[in-house]
């Protein structure tokens, strides 16, 4: 059982930038895959970035390609996500997940843990 808590969301204007984390429980953090996916009302939660067990792998959705970067620390059980240049668009809850991988996870059915989700708010 892995339990995710985000952290780091909040209001910022177009432009500005933010950095989410996540930090997980348990001693096999480094055993999982990371993701962090978005959700806006009436819409489908969908893929922003992953990151593999060893961090040495990353993968962007286009829409966030050159502004986000995900990045891990295994050793303190944490994911971030650096988010710069931040447009209207990006307003959503971002969540965390944990997936059984050994690569990386494209789609949020590969994800066995979720956490609570976190809102950013990006003002024009």
């Known amino acids: 059982q892995v339990q995710l808590v985000e952290s780091g969301g909040g209001l910022v204007q177009a432009g500005g930038s933010l950095r989410l984390s996540c930090a997980a429980s348990g001693r096999t953090f480094s055993s999982y895959a990371m993701g962090w996916f978005r959700q806006t009302p009436g819409k489908e939660r969908e893929f922003v970035a992953a990151i593999s067990r060893s961090g040495d792998s990353t993968y962007y959705a286009d829409s966030v390609k050159g502004r986000f970067t995900i990045s891990r620390e295994n050793a303190k059980n944490t994911v971030y996500l650096q988010m710069n240049s931040l447009k209207p668009e990006d307003t959503a809850v971002y969540y965390c997940?944990?997936?059984?991988?050994?690569?990386?996870?494209?789609?949020?059915?590969?994800?066995?843990?979720w956490g609570q989700g976190t809102q950013v708010t990006v003002s024009s």
């Open positions: 997940a944990a997936a059984r991988l050994y690569d990386l996870g494209l789609s949020r059915v590969q994800y066995n843990y």
